[in-house]
Protein backbone atom coordinates (compact mmCIF):
# COMPACT_ATOMS: atom_id res chain seq x y z
CA UNK A 1 0.00 0.00 0.00
CA UNK A 2 2.88 2.31 1.22
CA UNK A 3 4.82 1.30 -2.10
CA UNK A 4 1.98 2.00 -4.19
CA UNK A 5 1.51 5.25 -2.76
CA UNK A 6 5.07 6.16 -3.29
CA UNK A 7 5.18 5.07 -7.09
CA UNK A 8 1.65 7.35 -7.55
CA UNK A 9 4.28 10.10 -6.77
CA UNK A 10 6.66 9.43 -9.34
CA UNK A 11 4.15 8.70 -11.52
CA UNK A 12 2.45 11.97 -11.45
CA UNK A 13 6.22 13.75 -11.51
CA UNK A 14 6.75 11.77 -14.26
CA UNK A 15 3.52 12.33 -16.27
CA UNK A 16 3.88 16.23 -14.80
CA UNK A 17 7.11 16.69 -16.71
CA UNK A 18 6.17 14.96 -19.66
CA UNK A 19 3.35 17.56 -20.02
CA UNK A 20 5.25 20.60 -18.95
CA UNK A 21 7.57 19.41 -21.87
CA UNK A 22 5.31 19.46 -23.88
CA UNK A 23 3.94 22.56 -23.26
CA UNK A 24 6.58 24.21 -23.40
CA UNK A 25 6.96 24.33 -27.18
CA UNK A 26 6.58 26.83 -29.80
CA UNK A 27 3.01 27.62 -30.51
CA UNK A 28 1.35 26.09 -33.89
CA UNK A 29 0.41 30.03 -34.36
CA UNK A 30 1.59 33.09 -32.80
CA UNK A 31 -1.11 35.21 -33.56
CA UNK A 32 -3.44 32.36 -32.16
CA UNK A 33 -1.48 32.45 -29.16
CA UNK A 34 -1.71 36.11 -29.02
CA UNK A 35 -5.41 36.15 -29.21
CA UNK A 36 -5.82 33.09 -26.76
CA UNK A 37 -3.94 34.64 -24.28
CA UNK A 38 -5.83 38.22 -24.02
CA UNK A 39 -8.42 35.80 -23.43
CA UNK A 40 -7.32 34.18 -20.63
CA UNK A 41 -5.71 37.51 -19.09
CA UNK A 42 -9.23 38.31 -18.88
CA UNK A 43 -10.51 35.52 -17.69
CA UNK A 44 -8.20 34.61 -15.40
CA UNK A 45 -7.09 38.19 -14.04
CA UNK A 46 -9.65 41.06 -14.83
CA UNK A 47 -12.55 38.36 -13.79
CA UNK A 48 -10.81 38.08 -10.36
CA UNK A 49 -10.31 41.46 -10.29
CA UNK A 50 -13.26 42.04 -7.61
CA UNK A 51 -12.79 39.04 -5.42
CA UNK A 52 -9.06 40.85 -5.26
CA UNK A 53 -10.03 43.64 -4.10
CA UNK A 54 -13.11 42.83 -1.80
CA UNK A 55 -11.05 40.69 0.27
CA UNK A 56 -8.17 43.17 0.27
CA UNK A 57 -9.72 45.90 1.55
CA UNK A 58 -11.43 43.51 4.57
CA UNK A 59 -8.63 42.46 5.60
CA UNK A 60 -6.57 45.60 5.07
CA UNK A 61 -8.67 46.64 7.60
CA UNK A 62 -9.20 44.09 9.67
CA UNK A 63 -5.72 44.05 10.62
CA UNK A 64 -5.49 47.54 11.32
CA UNK A 65 -7.87 47.37 13.67
CA UNK A 66 -6.63 44.21 14.88
CA UNK A 67 -3.34 45.50 15.65
CA UNK A 68 -4.85 48.85 17.28
CA UNK A 69 -6.87 46.56 19.74
CA UNK A 70 -3.34 44.30 20.54
CA UNK A 71 -1.14 47.37 20.66
CA UNK A 72 -2.83 49.55 23.33
CA UNK A 73 -0.41 49.32 25.82
CA UNK A 74 0.77 53.51 25.61
CA UNK A 75 4.95 52.38 24.81
CA UNK A 76 4.39 50.49 21.84
CA UNK A 77 4.14 53.95 19.42
CA UNK A 78 1.15 53.89 17.36
CA UNK A 79 2.18 54.52 14.05
CA UNK A 80 2.82 50.94 14.47
CA UNK A 81 -0.74 49.94 13.48
CA UNK A 82 0.37 51.05 9.28
CA UNK A 83 3.64 49.25 9.45
CA UNK A 84 1.66 46.48 10.76
CA UNK A 85 -0.59 46.39 8.34
CA UNK A 86 2.12 47.29 5.74
CA UNK A 87 4.18 44.26 6.37
CA UNK A 88 1.41 41.42 6.32
CA UNK A 89 -0.36 42.79 3.62
CA UNK A 90 3.12 43.10 1.28
CA UNK A 91 5.28 40.05 2.79
CA UNK A 92 1.67 37.26 3.03
CA UNK A 93 -1.76 38.13 2.78
CA UNK A 94 -1.29 39.71 -1.11
CA UNK A 95 1.18 37.36 -2.47
CA UNK A 96 0.31 34.02 -0.51
CA UNK A 97 -3.56 34.20 0.52
CA UNK A 98 -4.45 35.85 -2.59
CA UNK A 99 -3.08 33.23 -4.43
CA UNK A 100 -4.83 30.40 -2.24
CA UNK A 101 -8.12 31.96 -3.15
CA UNK A 102 -7.34 32.16 -6.80
CA UNK A 103 -6.25 28.70 -6.78
CA UNK A 104 -9.99 27.67 -5.41
CA UNK A 105 -11.48 29.61 -8.44
CA UNK A 106 -9.15 29.66 -11.08
CA UNK A 107 -7.47 26.52 -10.77
CA UNK A 108 -10.68 24.68 -10.43
CA UNK A 109 -11.62 26.20 -13.94
CA UNK A 110 -8.99 25.40 -15.37
CA UNK A 111 -9.26 21.66 -14.17
CA UNK A 112 -12.56 21.65 -15.02
CA UNK A 113 -12.24 23.28 -18.43
CA UNK A 114 -9.37 20.86 -19.58
CA UNK A 115 -10.68 17.53 -17.89
CA UNK A 116 -14.38 17.98 -19.80
CA UNK A 117 -12.42 18.78 -22.73
CA UNK A 118 -10.84 15.67 -22.09
CA UNK A 119 -13.40 13.60 -21.51
CA UNK A 120 -15.32 14.59 -24.51
CA UNK A 121 -12.43 13.62 -26.51
CA UNK A 122 -12.12 17.50 -27.80
CA UNK A 123 -8.28 16.77 -26.59
CA UNK A 124 -8.12 13.64 -29.20
CA UNK A 125 -9.55 16.03 -31.76
CA UNK A 126 -6.96 18.65 -31.40
CA UNK A 127 -4.21 15.99 -31.37
CA UNK A 128 -5.69 14.30 -34.45
CA UNK A 129 -5.32 17.23 -36.05
CA UNK A 130 -1.53 17.24 -35.78
CA UNK A 131 -2.41 20.48 -32.79
CA UNK A 132 -0.06 20.11 -29.55
CA UNK A 133 -3.12 19.97 -27.39
CA UNK A 134 -0.84 20.85 -24.27
CA UNK A 135 0.51 23.45 -25.99
CA UNK A 136 -2.51 24.81 -27.01
CA UNK A 137 -4.61 24.65 -23.70
CA UNK A 138 -1.74 25.25 -21.48
CA UNK A 139 0.35 27.57 -22.28
CA UNK A 140 -1.96 30.91 -23.35
CA UNK A 141 -3.29 30.10 -19.33
CA UNK A 142 -0.01 29.98 -17.88
CA UNK A 143 1.41 33.45 -19.85
CA UNK A 144 -1.45 34.71 -19.17
CA UNK A 145 -1.46 34.08 -15.33
CA UNK A 146 2.15 34.77 -14.78
CA UNK A 147 1.46 38.26 -16.85
CA UNK A 148 -1.47 39.27 -14.82
CA UNK A 149 -1.08 37.89 -11.45
CA UNK A 150 1.63 40.60 -10.32
CA UNK A 151 -0.74 43.37 -11.05
CA UNK A 152 -3.55 41.76 -8.67
CA UNK A 153 -1.12 41.57 -6.01
CA UNK A 154 0.12 44.97 -6.36
CA UNK A 155 -3.51 46.02 -6.34
CA UNK A 156 -4.19 43.79 -3.15
CA UNK A 157 -1.27 45.42 -1.50
CA UNK A 158 -2.62 49.09 -1.92
CA UNK A 159 -5.88 48.37 -1.62
CA UNK A 160 -5.46 46.65 1.64
CA UNK A 161 -3.22 49.27 2.94
CA UNK A 162 -5.51 51.91 1.81
CA UNK A 163 -8.29 50.10 3.53
CA UNK A 164 -6.33 50.12 7.06
CA UNK A 165 -6.19 54.43 6.58
CA UNK A 166 -9.50 54.65 6.38
CA UNK A 167 -10.56 52.40 8.71
CA UNK A 168 -8.08 53.83 11.40
CA UNK A 169 -9.17 57.38 10.65
CA UNK A 170 -12.97 56.38 10.93
CA UNK A 171 -12.92 54.10 14.18
CA UNK A 172 -10.12 56.64 15.68
CA UNK A 173 -7.65 54.32 16.47
CA UNK A 174 -5.15 56.24 14.33
CA UNK A 175 -4.76 59.62 12.81
CA UNK A 176 -3.75 59.59 8.84
CA UNK A 177 -0.51 60.90 9.64
CA UNK A 178 1.17 58.23 12.05
CA UNK A 179 -0.66 56.12 9.61
CA UNK A 180 1.87 57.07 6.97
CA UNK A 181 4.82 57.50 9.34
CA UNK A 182 4.06 53.77 9.97
CA UNK A 183 3.76 52.51 6.62
CA UNK A 184 6.65 54.23 5.27
CA UNK A 185 8.83 53.13 7.92
CA UNK A 186 11.59 50.98 7.50
CA UNK A 187 10.17 50.50 3.67
CA UNK A 188 12.59 48.52 1.73
CA UNK A 189 11.41 47.69 -2.04
CA UNK A 190 12.82 44.86 -2.30
CA UNK A 191 10.13 43.31 -0.04
CA UNK A 192 7.75 44.18 -2.97
CA UNK A 193 9.99 42.29 -5.13
CA UNK A 194 10.42 39.47 -3.00
CA UNK A 195 6.62 38.76 -2.90
CA UNK A 196 5.77 39.46 -6.63
CA UNK A 197 8.64 36.72 -7.62
CA UNK A 198 7.02 34.49 -4.58
CA UNK A 199 3.36 35.06 -6.48
CA UNK A 200 4.60 34.43 -10.15
CA UNK A 201 6.16 31.45 -8.65
CA UNK A 202 2.72 30.10 -7.03
CA UNK A 203 0.92 31.32 -10.55
CA UNK A 204 2.65 28.76 -12.26
CA UNK A 205 2.03 26.38 -9.66
CA UNK A 206 -2.07 27.01 -10.09
CA UNK A 207 -1.89 27.20 -13.61
CA UNK A 208 0.13 23.94 -14.41
CA UNK A 209 -0.90 21.63 -11.51
CA UNK A 210 -5.15 22.52 -12.34
CA UNK A 211 -3.87 21.76 -15.78
CA UNK A 212 -2.42 18.50 -15.23
CA UNK A 213 -5.28 17.13 -13.31
CA UNK A 214 -7.26 18.36 -16.01
CA UNK A 215 -5.29 16.74 -18.45
CA UNK A 216 -5.52 13.56 -17.20
CA UNK A 217 -8.89 12.87 -16.35
CA UNK A 218 -10.27 9.79 -17.38
CA UNK A 219 -14.11 8.75 -17.09
CA UNK A 220 -17.14 11.30 -16.52
CA UNK A 221 -18.25 14.00 -15.19
CA UNK A 222 -17.85 12.39 -11.53
CA UNK A 223 -13.78 12.90 -12.32
CA UNK A 224 -14.13 16.07 -13.58
CA UNK A 225 -15.20 17.22 -10.06
CA UNK A 226 -12.84 14.68 -8.57
CA UNK A 227 -9.87 16.42 -10.53
CA UNK A 228 -10.75 19.92 -9.78
CA UNK A 229 -10.95 18.93 -5.72
CA UNK A 230 -7.37 17.55 -6.70
CA UNK A 231 -5.96 20.60 -8.37
CA UNK A 232 -7.52 22.84 -5.81
CA UNK A 233 -6.00 21.00 -2.53
CA UNK A 234 -2.41 19.95 -4.72
CA UNK A 235 -2.24 24.04 -5.87
CA UNK A 236 -2.48 24.76 -2.39
CA UNK A 237 -0.61 22.51 -0.80
CA UNK A 238 2.17 23.33 -2.99
CA UNK A 239 1.88 27.00 -2.70
CA UNK A 240 2.67 26.34 1.30
CA UNK A 241 5.13 24.03 0.83
CA UNK A 242 6.98 26.38 -1.62
CA UNK A 243 5.98 29.66 0.40
CA UNK A 244 7.80 28.41 3.04
CA UNK A 245 10.89 27.15 0.93
CA UNK A 246 11.17 30.51 -0.53
CA UNK A 247 10.65 32.47 2.74
CA UNK A 248 13.63 30.58 4.20
CA UNK A 249 16.44 30.67 0.80
CA UNK A 250 15.43 34.15 0.81
CA UNK A 251 14.59 35.97 3.73
CA UNK A 252 17.50 34.60 6.24
CA UNK B 1 -5.09 2.20 -48.56
CA UNK B 2 -3.98 1.75 -44.95
CA UNK B 3 -2.69 -1.12 -43.73
CA UNK B 4 -2.14 -2.62 -40.16
CA UNK B 5 0.34 -4.68 -39.93
CA UNK B 6 0.53 -7.35 -36.80
CA UNK B 7 -0.10 -5.09 -34.46
CA UNK B 8 -0.30 -5.63 -30.55
CA UNK B 9 -1.32 -3.31 -27.60
CA UNK B 10 -1.15 -4.17 -23.73
CA UNK B 11 -2.86 -2.19 -21.54
CA UNK B 12 -0.56 -3.84 -17.87
CA UNK B 13 -1.62 -6.97 -17.91
CA UNK B 14 -4.44 -6.59 -19.95
CA UNK B 15 -3.69 -7.93 -23.96
CA UNK B 16 -6.24 -5.61 -25.62
CA UNK B 17 -4.86 -6.33 -29.52
CA UNK B 18 -3.00 -9.48 -30.62
CA UNK B 19 -1.20 -9.35 -33.53
CA UNK B 20 -3.82 -7.58 -35.42
CA UNK B 21 -3.23 -7.65 -39.39
CA UNK B 22 -6.07 -6.02 -42.26
CA UNK B 23 -6.18 -3.77 -44.87
CA UNK B 24 -8.24 -0.41 -45.31
CA UNK B 25 -8.95 -0.35 -49.04
CA UNK B 26 -9.49 3.26 -50.69
CA UNK B 27 -13.15 4.79 -51.80
CA UNK B 28 -14.72 2.35 -49.79
CA UNK B 29 -16.67 1.98 -46.40
CA UNK B 30 -14.06 -0.24 -44.11
CA UNK B 31 -15.81 -1.35 -40.97
CA UNK B 32 -14.66 -2.61 -37.87
CA UNK B 33 -17.34 -4.23 -35.87
CA UNK B 34 -17.62 -5.98 -32.42
CA UNK B 35 -18.44 -6.17 -29.17
CA UNK B 36 -18.38 -3.54 -26.58
CA UNK B 37 -14.76 -4.07 -24.95
CA UNK B 38 -12.93 -5.93 -27.84
CA UNK B 39 -10.56 -3.27 -29.13
CA UNK B 40 -12.25 -1.70 -31.69
CA UNK B 41 -11.30 2.12 -30.19
CA UNK B 42 -8.16 0.67 -29.22
CA UNK B 43 -7.61 -0.12 -32.74
CA UNK B 44 -8.36 2.72 -34.18
CA UNK B 45 -6.55 5.58 -31.64
CA UNK B 46 -3.29 3.01 -32.77
CA UNK B 47 -4.07 3.88 -36.16
CA UNK B 48 -4.36 7.14 -35.75
CA UNK B 49 -1.38 7.30 -33.56
CA UNK B 50 -3.31 8.75 -30.19
CA UNK B 51 -2.20 5.29 -28.88
CA UNK B 52 1.51 4.12 -29.34
CA UNK B 53 1.48 0.20 -30.60
CA UNK B 54 3.82 -1.87 -28.64
CA UNK B 55 4.49 -4.51 -31.63
CA UNK B 56 3.70 -3.92 -35.80
CA UNK B 57 3.35 -1.28 -37.89
CA UNK B 58 0.61 1.12 -39.64
CA UNK B 59 0.92 2.09 -43.33
CA UNK B 60 -0.65 5.12 -44.81
CA UNK B 61 0.04 4.40 -48.87
CA UNK B 62 2.82 2.72 -48.40
CA UNK B 63 4.34 5.42 -45.73
CA UNK B 64 5.21 4.11 -42.21
CA UNK B 65 3.34 5.90 -39.88
CA UNK B 66 4.65 3.77 -36.72
CA UNK B 67 8.76 4.89 -37.85
CA UNK B 68 7.99 8.82 -38.11
CA UNK B 69 8.82 11.13 -35.55
CA UNK B 70 6.49 13.90 -34.39
CA UNK B 71 7.19 16.20 -37.08
CA UNK B 72 6.46 13.60 -39.79
CA UNK B 73 3.19 12.38 -38.42
CA UNK B 74 1.58 16.05 -38.13
CA UNK B 75 2.15 15.63 -42.17
CA UNK B 76 0.12 12.93 -42.45
CA UNK B 77 -2.66 13.70 -39.49
CA UNK B 78 -3.48 16.56 -41.50
CA UNK B 79 -4.67 14.04 -44.42
CA UNK B 80 -6.59 12.53 -41.70
CA UNK B 81 -10.46 13.58 -40.82
CA UNK B 82 -12.14 12.14 -37.72
CA UNK B 83 -15.65 12.11 -36.70
CA UNK B 84 -15.55 11.43 -32.71
CA UNK B 85 -18.25 8.98 -31.23
CA UNK B 86 -19.62 12.26 -29.13
CA UNK B 87 -18.86 14.48 -32.03
CA UNK B 88 -16.22 16.55 -29.71
CA UNK B 89 -17.01 19.79 -31.08
CA UNK B 90 -15.06 22.66 -29.09
CA UNK B 91 -18.06 24.03 -27.30
CA UNK B 92 -16.67 27.20 -26.43
CA UNK B 93 -16.87 27.93 -30.67
CA UNK B 94 -19.77 28.29 -32.68
CA UNK B 95 -20.34 25.40 -35.67
CA UNK B 96 -18.45 27.72 -37.84
CA UNK B 97 -16.01 28.62 -35.83
CA UNK B 98 -15.31 24.73 -35.22
CA UNK B 99 -15.30 23.80 -38.89
CA UNK B 100 -13.07 26.77 -39.66
CA UNK B 101 -10.71 25.59 -36.59
CA UNK B 102 -8.27 23.65 -38.94
CA UNK B 103 -8.33 26.06 -41.71
CA UNK B 104 -6.86 28.58 -39.59
CA UNK B 105 -4.43 26.36 -37.35
CA UNK B 106 -3.34 24.79 -40.78
CA UNK B 107 -3.99 27.18 -43.78
CA UNK B 108 -2.79 30.01 -45.04
CA UNK B 109 -5.84 30.86 -46.81
CA UNK B 110 -7.41 34.43 -45.89
CA UNK B 111 -10.48 34.86 -43.86
CA UNK B 112 -13.20 34.95 -47.00
CA UNK B 113 -11.57 31.76 -48.29
CA UNK B 114 -11.75 30.21 -45.54
CA UNK B 115 -15.59 31.39 -44.80
CA UNK B 116 -16.11 29.82 -48.38
CA UNK B 117 -14.51 26.57 -47.71
CA UNK B 118 -16.80 26.45 -44.30
CA UNK B 119 -19.73 27.45 -45.87
CA UNK B 120 -19.37 25.06 -48.97
CA UNK B 121 -18.48 22.42 -45.99
CA UNK B 122 -21.68 23.30 -44.00
CA UNK B 123 -23.80 22.44 -47.23
CA UNK B 124 -22.78 19.46 -47.94
CA UNK B 125 -23.85 18.30 -44.43
CA UNK B 126 -26.97 19.89 -45.00
CA UNK B 127 -26.34 22.31 -42.36
CA UNK B 128 -26.48 25.41 -44.61
CA UNK B 129 -27.66 28.56 -41.90
CA UNK B 130 -26.76 27.06 -38.84
CA UNK B 131 -22.95 29.11 -38.60
CA UNK B 132 -23.48 31.06 -35.67
CA UNK B 133 -25.28 28.33 -33.27
CA UNK B 134 -23.29 26.97 -30.72
CA UNK B 135 -22.76 23.25 -30.00
CA UNK B 136 -25.04 23.22 -27.21
CA UNK B 137 -27.77 24.43 -28.67
CA UNK B 138 -28.42 21.88 -31.55
CA UNK B 139 -29.27 18.06 -31.39
CA UNK B 140 -26.85 14.71 -31.56
CA UNK B 141 -27.65 14.50 -35.20
CA UNK B 142 -26.47 18.08 -36.57
CA UNK B 143 -23.45 17.86 -33.74
CA UNK B 144 -22.58 14.68 -35.92
CA UNK B 145 -22.90 16.46 -39.01
CA UNK B 146 -20.86 19.52 -37.62
CA UNK B 147 -18.20 16.86 -37.03
CA UNK B 148 -18.34 15.38 -40.60
CA UNK B 149 -18.15 19.19 -41.71
CA UNK B 150 -14.81 19.60 -39.27
CA UNK B 151 -13.71 16.78 -40.18
CA UNK B 152 -13.71 16.95 -44.34
CA UNK B 153 -12.75 20.72 -43.99
CA UNK B 154 -9.18 19.96 -45.09
CA UNK B 155 -10.11 17.18 -47.67
CA UNK B 156 -8.59 14.75 -46.08
CA UNK B 157 -7.77 11.47 -47.54
CA UNK B 158 -8.34 9.20 -44.78
CA UNK B 159 -11.61 9.69 -42.55
CA UNK B 160 -12.28 7.54 -39.69
CA UNK B 161 -15.49 7.31 -37.72
CA UNK B 162 -15.52 6.21 -34.20
CA UNK B 163 -19.71 4.91 -33.60
CA UNK B 164 -21.09 7.41 -35.78
CA UNK B 165 -24.54 6.92 -35.11
CA UNK B 166 -23.96 6.17 -31.46
CA UNK B 167 -27.33 7.95 -29.78
CA UNK B 168 -29.28 9.06 -32.72
CA UNK B 169 -32.80 7.58 -33.68
CA UNK B 170 -32.89 4.99 -36.50
CA UNK B 171 -33.82 7.80 -39.36
CA UNK B 172 -31.36 10.21 -38.29
CA UNK B 173 -28.90 7.48 -38.44
CA UNK B 174 -29.21 6.56 -42.08
CA UNK B 175 -28.93 10.23 -42.86
CA UNK B 176 -25.44 9.89 -41.30
CA UNK B 177 -24.50 6.43 -42.27
CA UNK B 178 -25.18 7.36 -45.85
CA UNK B 179 -23.53 11.02 -45.55
CA UNK B 180 -20.66 8.67 -44.91
CA UNK B 181 -20.89 7.07 -47.78
CA UNK B 182 -21.24 9.64 -49.98
CA UNK B 183 -18.80 11.50 -49.25
CA UNK B 184 -16.42 8.76 -49.37
CA UNK B 185 -17.32 7.54 -52.81
CA UNK B 186 -16.88 11.47 -53.82
CA UNK B 187 -13.83 12.13 -52.45
CA UNK B 188 -12.20 8.54 -52.68
CA UNK B 189 -11.14 8.42 -49.43
CA UNK B 190 -10.08 6.11 -47.16
CA UNK B 191 -13.17 5.19 -44.51
CA UNK B 192 -12.77 3.41 -41.62
CA UNK B 193 -16.20 3.87 -39.64
CA UNK B 194 -16.32 1.81 -35.78
CA UNK B 195 -19.72 0.22 -35.36
CA UNK B 196 -21.79 -2.47 -32.93
CA UNK B 197 -24.59 -1.58 -35.71
CA UNK B 198 -25.29 -4.28 -37.65
CA UNK B 199 -27.92 -1.66 -39.54
CA UNK B 200 -24.88 0.24 -40.80
CA UNK B 201 -23.07 -2.50 -41.47
CA UNK B 202 -25.81 -3.79 -44.42
CA UNK B 203 -26.43 -0.03 -45.26
CA UNK B 204 -23.23 1.37 -46.19
CA UNK B 205 -20.51 -1.21 -45.32
CA UNK B 206 -17.73 -2.69 -48.21
CA UNK B 207 -15.16 -4.58 -47.00
CA UNK B 208 -16.09 -5.50 -42.98
CA UNK B 209 -13.77 -6.82 -39.77
CA UNK B 210 -14.95 -8.27 -36.87
CA UNK B 211 -12.84 -8.12 -33.91
CA UNK B 212 -13.17 -10.78 -31.10
CA UNK B 213 -10.97 -10.19 -27.90
CA UNK B 214 -8.81 -8.26 -29.77
CA UNK B 215 -8.12 -10.10 -32.93
CA UNK B 216 -9.56 -9.63 -36.40
CA UNK B 217 -11.41 -12.93 -36.13
CA UNK B 218 -13.41 -12.29 -39.76
CA UNK B 219 -13.00 -10.16 -43.09
CA UNK B 220 -15.35 -9.93 -45.62
CA UNK B 221 -18.29 -7.90 -47.43
CA UNK B 222 -21.98 -7.48 -46.84
CA UNK B 223 -22.76 -10.41 -48.49
CA UNK B 224 -20.47 -13.08 -46.58
CA UNK B 225 -21.44 -11.78 -43.14
CA UNK B 226 -25.17 -12.63 -43.99
CA UNK B 227 -23.82 -16.29 -44.79
CA UNK B 228 -21.10 -16.77 -42.19
CA UNK B 229 -20.16 -20.00 -40.98
CA UNK B 230 -18.13 -18.39 -37.71
CA UNK B 231 -20.05 -19.13 -34.68
CA UNK B 232 -18.80 -15.52 -32.73
CA UNK B 233 -19.37 -13.73 -35.83
CA UNK B 234 -22.94 -15.32 -36.46
CA UNK B 235 -23.46 -14.95 -32.35
CA UNK B 236 -22.68 -10.76 -33.15
CA UNK B 237 -24.85 -10.64 -36.46
CA UNK B 238 -28.10 -12.41 -35.23
CA UNK B 239 -28.14 -11.03 -32.01
CA UNK B 240 -31.12 -9.35 -32.44
CA UNK B 241 -34.76 -10.87 -33.06
CA UNK B 242 -35.08 -8.69 -36.37
CA UNK B 243 -31.74 -9.72 -38.20
CA UNK B 244 -33.25 -13.16 -36.86
CA UNK B 245 -35.87 -12.57 -38.94
CA UNK B 246 -33.77 -11.33 -41.88
CA UNK B 247 -31.89 -14.74 -41.82
CA UNK B 248 -35.26 -16.69 -41.88
CA UNK B 249 -36.40 -14.50 -45.01
CA UNK B 250 -32.59 -15.14 -46.67
CA UNK B 251 -32.94 -18.85 -46.43
N1 LIG C 1 -6.19 3.82 -22.05
C1 LIG C 1 -6.54 2.61 -21.60
N2 LIG C 1 -5.92 2.08 -20.52
C2 LIG C 1 -6.23 0.85 -20.08
N3 LIG C 1 -7.15 0.05 -20.64
C3 LIG C 1 -7.81 0.51 -21.71
C4 LIG C 1 -7.54 1.81 -22.26
N4 LIG C 1 -8.34 2.00 -23.33
C5 LIG C 1 -9.06 0.87 -23.45
N5 LIG C 1 -8.75 -0.03 -22.50
C6 LIG C 1 -9.34 -1.38 -22.35
O1 LIG C 1 -9.25 -2.03 -23.58
C7 LIG C 1 -10.41 -2.81 -23.83
C8 LIG C 1 -10.98 -2.46 -25.19
O2 LIG C 1 -11.52 -1.15 -25.13
P1 LIG C 1 -12.15 -0.41 -26.40
O3 LIG C 1 -11.22 -0.53 -27.54
O4 LIG C 1 -12.53 0.93 -25.96
O5 LIG C 1 -13.46 -1.27 -26.67
P2 LIG C 1 -14.56 -1.03 -27.80
O6 LIG C 1 -14.43 -2.19 -28.72
O7 LIG C 1 -15.87 -1.05 -27.09
O8 LIG C 1 -14.29 0.28 -28.47
C9 LIG C 1 -11.35 -2.54 -22.70
O9 LIG C 1 -11.29 -3.65 -21.80
C10 LIG C 1 -10.82 -1.30 -22.04
O10 LIG C 1 -11.06 -1.34 -20.66
MG1 LIG D 1 -15.39 2.22 -28.48
Known amino acids: MVFSHRMQIFTNIGRYTLLMANVFRRPEKWRIFYRLTVLEIDKIGVQSVGIVALLSLFMGAVICIQTAANIDSGWIPVYTIGFTVRQTMILEFSPTIIPVIMAGKVGSNIASEIGTMRISEQIDALDIMGINSANYLILPKLVGALFIFPFLIVMSMVLGITAGAWVGELAGVISMPDYQTGITYDFRPFQVAYSLIKTTVFAFIIVTISAYYGYYTKGGALEVGKASTQAVVYSIVLIMICNLLISQLVLT | ?251
Open chain 2, 1 to 251: MIAVEGVSKTFGTQKVLRNVSTVFETGKVNFIIGRSGSGKSVLTKCIVGLLEVDEGRIMFNDRNFTAMNVNERKAVRQEIGMLFQGSALFDSLTVEENVMFPLTMFSDMSKSEMLDRVNWCLKRVQLDGANKKFPAEISGGMQKRVGIARAIAMNPKYLFCDEPNSGLDPQTAIVIDNLIKEITYEFNMTTVVVSHDMNSVIEIGDRINFVFEGEIWWSGDKVDILKTTNDELNNFVYASDFMRIVREKLQ
